[in-house]
């Protein structure tokens, strides 16, 4: 028997790729799989298959680099590992 929690997972997870990709759908996935705390603290861009994040500041940079691997699964089993390939953060302009 599946538990509530991977099944509700996993119907989040299919309503999401069932929309068209576009920066609200990639912002929405982030903050599901970032949690609200680090959702805030960071915006997100998709180009070429890549999560550009930008941190507010450096505080949240270094959580975000040390989570990343983790961050990255857990977008990609949210959008689709085809759609989202690799994650980088990028320094605030």
């Given at each position: ?6 099944f ?70 949210l ?15």
């Amino acid at each position: 028997m599946q538990s509530f929690q991977s099944f509700a997972a996993a119907v989040l997870a299919d309503a999401i790729r069932r929309q068209p990709a576009s920066a609200a759908r990639t912002a929405f996935a982030w903050s599901v799989a970032a949690g609200p705390a680090m959702a805030r603290a960071a915006s997100v861009e998709t180009r070429d298959g890549i999560l550009y994040v930008t941190p507010k500041d450096g505080r949240w940079s270094r959580e975000i680099a040390r989570s990343s691997a983790t961050l990255l699964a857990r977008v990609q089993e949210l959008v689709g590992a085809a759609e989202i390939t690799s994650l980088r953060i990028c320094e605030k302009q």
